[in-house]
């Protein structure tokens, strides 16, 4: 496929790997902010190819994973409505609640839809007038102008039974306040390439001067990757610590304009709690004043919900590179991907699920298969 | 019924602290988890299909149940060998691109008889209508059902039709069931690969998934995926021609590729490898899954087979392949090995390697 059969070239990869291998002289510990990598790395085994230094340290930025407890609870009291068509993309569904899962309450009659866009969950309002269409509005600022353009849509068009459950989070804060823990060990960033497709890389340089980090943003593909390594292992080396763009062909400095304006319009900063994290202030959009009435919090007056994570779950730790997946107790025997304690064991982009699909035999040592 | 391999990856695990599954219900030595009703992931063919076989229909039917582990069960009738299985069709859209589920559900009963050697000689068809399905439908259903017999060279002998209020079916379902006859010489059965061997592939993968999705969907992805649903009887028979030593066939359907050698893996107490860079997977395939975040491997097949045989064999039966139409693009893409029995490992593009597990229930798309 064009963009992706050309950025997964063995013999490049192993040039650019070669590279790395020069220039690392000491140990780096760089985190890939978005879970869309972390899957990478994992698939393609990325990580078992770097110098032995150099450490990954897998981000926060799967949207699955950082949706909080009671935002999955709300959305399940919402789904179960009777008056309610509830739309989500696919790997939302198996995230846990305090007590059940998306496809549960479908199997128990709630009418729960997968849907590809959120502009599908509009058409499925316009085609269910007398029924409730609540659309799942999660994710980074990547699968947030979508989700801007259908709101604004719903209110062009005069489609008053469709809300927006929106629990949107934003990648400059949650840096931020990594860099602010006290346990913070990263010493490096691969930024996340779709966030600045949209929002471009000007958020960047005031964080790499506060912190004194390099932060390379970065795309998806192994050879988008290695490249990104290496910019940042070079600046690591050479004591540097500056914004560089490893991902030109799809961030521009100003990222998308249409869709910036677009967000300011529909969207206004808020604090948001992480799953495994807590609240980080202004790191999330809800819904602005103009567009509060397809705000599916206010509409079915779910936000009294509040529920408490798991105590043996120690995602937040792993989101915040403190552990690795495997050092978590609970690993491969309480939580696995069929009973996932937290949403890090839920989405493929989950360092905790990556680890146990891709890596249980290495963990387990050779021969292991249970 | 077809035996699903054993759940083999987690049967130490707890049931979630919070599931409200009553624990009475609990057979051993592993419960059925996660939910007290049945869930999208019970018939996706992985592992809570497995599951479900495993510990609520075998110790369901008790001393009557003698399951085997292929696509089909094996009986000795009168010193002959029967092969027999039977499957559902549910599909949905009805009709996609490059067949339809009446020629889906002649071609994989067909070929599950074929996967286990033997020769396919009758069908039934069974139909569940739901209550206002317009007959031209069904018509054009029989009549691709009637040709894809002839095809295949079966007769579709006995039938039932019955039909549920509005509402309470999803237009046309179908099951067919099937029986066929070994030769005295075939042996080919899931737990036959050894350490050595090399695995086969019949052609490219993940066209039926993403042309039933695509069309379910209404998601384009430049060309029109069609669906590569045939039989495969009659490529068997010219692999068999060979006189090669055919251990394992596996049509890999729900699951995908992913599925199919895992449930040979754990059924053969073998490893295998499998090179990701040798297999075919069309652009549009991989594109599709690029996309939806989804992984070739697991994406279904119906036209498909995989063939596991000794190395020293492996040329032959590849080139006997690539002669027939439905294995021009046949290829080598992988061994069985000592190491890591009972798991499927693939090795990267990049050279790295990696666990490929039996997806848990349905496949889920990412959000980006």
Redesign the interface.
């Known amino acids: ?1 064009k963009y ?2 050309e950025f ?1 070239d ?1 013999a490049l ?1 192993g040039k650019l790997l070669d590279r790395i291998h020069e220039v690392t002289t000491r140990p780096w510990a760089i985190m890939e902010v978005c879970g ?1 990598q972390t ?1 990478s790395i ?5 990580d ?2 770097l110098p032995d230094g150099i450490e990954m340290i897998h981000g926060p930025g799967c ?2 994973c950082v949706t909080p407890l009671d935002m999955i609870d709300r959305a399940l009291e919402i789904a179960a409505r009777e008056d309610v068509i509830f739309c989500s ?6 995230v ?1 609640g ?3 899962d998306l ?2 309450v ?3 009659g709630a009418d729960v839809r ?1 849907v ?1 866009s959120p502009l599908d969950a509009l058409k499925i309002a316009r085609q269910n007038p007398d029924r409730q269409v609540v659309f799942f509005g ?3 600022e ?2 947030a102008p979508a989700n801007a353009m259908t709101v604004y849509q719903a209110q062009r068009l005069g489609v008053e039974n469709f809300s927006l459950l929106v629990s949107h989070v934003l990648v400059p804060p949650a840096v931020a306040a990594i860099m602010e823990s006290s346990t913070c060990r990263v010493q490096g960033f691969l930024a996340a390439g ?1 966030v600045c497709s949209v929002m471009g890389t000007r958020e960047y340089p005031p964080l790499a001067e506060r912190y004194e980090v390099p932060i390379v943003v970065t795309g998806f593909e ?1 050879l988008d990757i290695l490249d990104g390594l290496r910019q940042t292992v070079t600046q690591l080396e050479a004591g540097r610590s500056e914004v560089e763009n490893a991902y030109p062909r799809a961030v521009a400095e100003h990222g998308n304009p249409a869709a910036r304006q677009m967000l300011e319009d529909v969207f206004e900063v808020t604090d948001r709690s992480w799953r495994g994290i807590g609240m980080i202030p202004r790191s999330g959009w809800r819904l602005s004043g103009k567009y509060r009435a397809f705000d599916a919090e206010y509409r079915f007056d779910v936000g009294g919900i509040n529920t408490e994570e ?1 105590s043996v779950c120690r995602s937040g730790e792993v989101l915040q590179g403190l552990i690795k997946p495997n050092e978590c107790a609970a690993f ?3 939580c ?6 937290g949403a890090t064991m839920v ?3 989950g360092a905790c699920a990556a680890y ?6 290495d963990l387990a040592g ?5 | 019924m077809t035996q699903e391999a054993r759940d083999h990856t987690d049967l130490v695990a707890v049931p979630h602290p919070s599931a409200a599954v009553d624990p009475a219900a609990w057979t051993c030595p592993a419960p059925l988890r996660d939910s007290p009703t049945i869930v999208m992931g019970h018939g996706a063919g992985g592992a809570m299909s497995a599951e479900l076989v495993q510990h609520l229909f075998l110790p369901g039917y008790g001393d009557a149940a003698t399951p085997d582990l292929g696509d089909s069960a094996v009986c000795t009738v009168g010193g002959r060998r029967l092969a027999f299985t039977t499957d559902s069709f549910v599909v949905r859209p009805t009709f996609f691109p490059g067949g339809n589920i009446g020629d889906l559900a002649v071609n994989g009963t067909v070929n599950d008889l074929a996967m286990s050697g033997a020769r396919p000689l009758f069908l039934s068809t069974a139909f569940i209508l739901e209550e206002g399905t317009p007959l031209e439908e069904l018509n054009a259903v029989a009549r691709t059902m009637g040709e894809a017999a002839g095809r295949a060279g079966v007769q579709l002998v006995t039938g039932d039709t019955k039909v549920v209020d509005s509402g309470h079916g999803d237009g046309i379902y179908v099951n067919t069931a099937g029986v066929g006859l070994l030769d005295e010489n075939v042996h080919i059965g899931p737990d036959r690969a050894r350490p050595g061997d090399v695995v086969l592939l019949s052609g490219e993968i993940g066209l039926h998934g993403i042309a039933v999705m695509s069309s379910r969907e209404g998601i384009e992805f430049g060309t029109t995926v069609e669906s590569d649903t045939a039989a495969l009887d009659s490529l068997v028979q010219h692999m068999r021609a060979t006189g090669a030593d055919l251990r394992v066939l596996r049509d890999p359907t729900r699951g995908g590729l992913a599925a199919s050698i895992n449930e040979i893996a754990v059924a053969s107490g073998v490893g295998i490898e499998i090179t990701e860079r040798d297999l075919p997977v069309p652009e549009a395939v991989s594109s599709a899954c690029g996309l939806l975040g989804l992984d070739p491997m697991f994406v279904a097949n119906e036209g498909k087979l995989v063939a596991i045989v000794p190395a020293e064999e492996a040329e032959q039966v590849l080139a006997a392949m690539r002669e027939h139409p439905r294995g021009e693009k046949a290829a080598v893409v992988g061994e069985c090995v000592a190491d890591h029995p009972g798991a499927m490992v693939s090795r990267t593009g990049l050279g790295a390697t990696r666990v490929v597990d039996l997806p848990v229930g349905e496949q889920l798309p990412r959000i980006c």
Do not use: C, W
């Open positions: 496929m992706l059969d997964s063995p990869a869309g899957h994992i698939r393609h085994g990325i078992q190819l949207p699955v993309f696919g790997d939302m569904l198996r846990p305090s007590e059940r496809f549960r479908k199997s128990e997968l590809y999660v994710g980074f990547t699968t779709h192994p798991s491969g025997t309480l696995t991907p069929r009973n996932p304690l989405s493929s982009e146990y699909q891709y890596r249980r035999l050779s021969g292991a298969t249970s």
